[in-house]
């Protein structure tokens, strides 16, 4: 069954110090989707970045990078030089909407990012 | 620009009674998703619409769930008989392809108390 799980329950950092966030998946498919979401306090769920299990190459937006290892099954998330402003919940989803049909999310349960000033 | 727009943004309601939450995606998107999001828990699906078919309603958790969406566009999420485990935030996500796997745009949530 598919499933995503996020070890990290919370994180603390200093503001200019580098994180990363885990994401770790199981899917029985070979075609699925992996994204990325940040849910600040306001709640809205953010949309960061989708990935397709067909393109490893890592990705970088600005402060932000993605490393998807399809070996260890496992899609982490980079923020460089945090800012407080990148306080929030990340979400991790994985989506195997060729074989469902319904191209709904599975979630893991979110790491909490504090970045102290 | 125009995002996902959910109503109320909270709702108390007593043990029992019934509660209607509003979604009114993007517009043009075909694609409609609606998920619970307990304390602490990342989002559950419930269900979901492709224009007016409900083409999933695998994640709703009993038959007190109830949604439509029958003119393709706004939805409603309908919760009859509510029970102290319904409180949570109902999230409702609106993507535009008919088919394939997009990213997915999400609303701020009706946050559900039951007392």
Redesign the interface.
């Known amino acids: 069954a598919q499933k ?1 799980t996020q070890a990290q329950t919370e994180i603390s950092v200093v503001e200019k110090e580098d994180v990363t966030l885990d994401c770790v998946y199981e899917t029985r498919d070979t075609t ?2 992996l ?1 990325w ?1 940040k849910q600040p306090p ?6 960061l970045i ?1 990935r ?1 299990s067909f393109d490893e190459q890592n990705e970088i937006s600005g402060r932000y990078s993605w490393n998807f290892q399809k070996s260890t099954s496992s899609f982490n998330f980079t923020i460089t030089a945090s800012q407080v402003v990148d306080s929030a919940v990340y ?1 991790c ?1 994985l ?1 195997e ?2 074989t ?11 790491t909490r990012l504090k970045v102290l000033a | 620009g125009a995002g996902v727009s959910q109503s109320p943004r909270y709702k108390v309601a007593k043990r029992g009674q019934d509660v209607a939450l509003r979604c009114d995606p993007i517009s043009g998107h075909v ?1 409609l ?1 609606w ?1 619970q999001q307990a304390l ?6 419930l269900t ?1 619409f492709q224009n007016e078919a409900q ?2 309603k695998s ?1 709703l958790p009993s038959d007190r769930f109830f949604a439509e969406r029958p003119e393709g566009s706004v939805s409603t999420l309908k919760i009859q008989r509510t029970q102290q485990e319904d409180s949570a ?1 109902y ?1 409702c ?1 609106s ?1 535009f392809p008919t ?11 009706t ?1 559900l108390t039951v007392t």
Do not use: M
């Open positions: 995503v699925y989707y994204f979401y306001s709640g809205e769920l953010v949309f989708r397709n979400f989803a989506s909407g060729y469902s049909g319904t191209y709904k999310y599975i979630f893991g349960t979110g | 694609s998703f998920y602490g828990q990342g989002p559950e699906f979901y083409l999933d994640g935030v999230l996500a993507s088919s394939g796997v997009y990213e997915q745009y999400f609303g701020p949530g946050r």
